[in-house]
């Protein structure tokens, strides 16, 4: 089946740096991935769409300046959170499209396990 | 844009059967997905409805009326390990930037007790 999987699991950070969080399609080409946030006893958020060789589609309310993705390949794609604070303390979630639906439902989106980012 | 609402909290016993609803107001509809969180853990596919009807795999069956908005989970024999959030999921129509992402209501926790 498809996997996708995600780096770090958690990282704790201090308040003003920079993090990057990785999401790569293991066994598939994923030319969209979708970046969410969920906050504690909330549902996922969408952030925004990563589509491969081009620029990211950010959903209203998310600053494209403080949350940069890079979707350089079609198995990985990239969310930094820039100058980070306490607030964007939260989990990261990437899923990814089988383009080409060969591991499973063209439909089916596949999530990462997740990133706890903590800024102290 | 879309509007998702379904119980924030349900509670039931172990054996017996529960029905999570979902309603939707959306302004483009490409498939209505459900999927299982346990806390701290990615979300996990459990179905996926594009046509009026019941879908049923195992003790979990989906059902979706497309004209009334509407969706509900079935799960049945219920177990302990069936205790999680459970999230229903809208995708749009993606027009034009092929996105198709998912929009997601805020999820019914579900404790299942002995």
């Known amino acids: 089946g498809a996997v996708v999987s995600q780096h770090p699991s958690w990282v704790i950070c201090k308040s003003g740096t920079s993090v990057k969080i990785e999401c790569r399609s293991l066994d598939f080409q994923a030319t969209t991935m979708f970046w969410y946030r969920q906050f504690p006893k909330q549902s996922l958020m969408l952030m925004a769409t990563?589509?491969?060789?081009?620029?990211?589609?950010?959903e209203q309310g998310v600053e494209k300046d403080k949350f940069l993705i890079n979707h350089a390949s079609l198995t990985l794609s990239t969310l930094t959170v820039t100058s980070a604070h306490p607030e964007d303390s939260s989990f990261y979630i990437c899923?990814?499209?089988?383009?080409?639906?060969?591991?499973?439902?063209?439909?089916?989106?596949?999530f990462g396990p997740g990133t706890r980012l903590t800024v102290t | 844009g879309q509007n998702i609402d379904q119980p924030t909290e349900m509670t039931a016993t172990e054996g017996a059967i529960v029905q999570i609803n979902c309603t939707y107001q959306?302004?483009?509809?490409?498939?209505l997905f459900w999927y299982q969180q346990h806390a701290g853990e990615a979300p996990t596919f459990l179905s996926y409805n594009v046509l009026d009807g019941l879908e049923e795999k195992g003790r979990f069956s989906s059902f979706l009326s497309r004209s009334k908005g509407y969706s509900y989970l079935l799960l049945k024999e219920l177990q302990m390990k069936d205790s999680a959030s459970y999230l229903c999921?809208?995708?749009?129509?993606?027009?034009?930037?092929?996105?198709?992402?998912?929009?997601f209501g805020s999820g019914t926790r579900l404790q299942v007790q002995p």
């Open positions: 999921a809208v995708r749009d129509e993606g027009q034009g930037t092929g996105r198709r992402a998912l929009t």
């Open positions: 899923s990814a499209r089988d383009r080409d639906g060969t591991s499973g439902p063209s439909y089916e989106q596949y």
């Open positions: 959306t302004s483009g509809f490409n498939g």
């Open positions: 990563s589509n491969e060789g081009s620029k990211a589609t950010y």
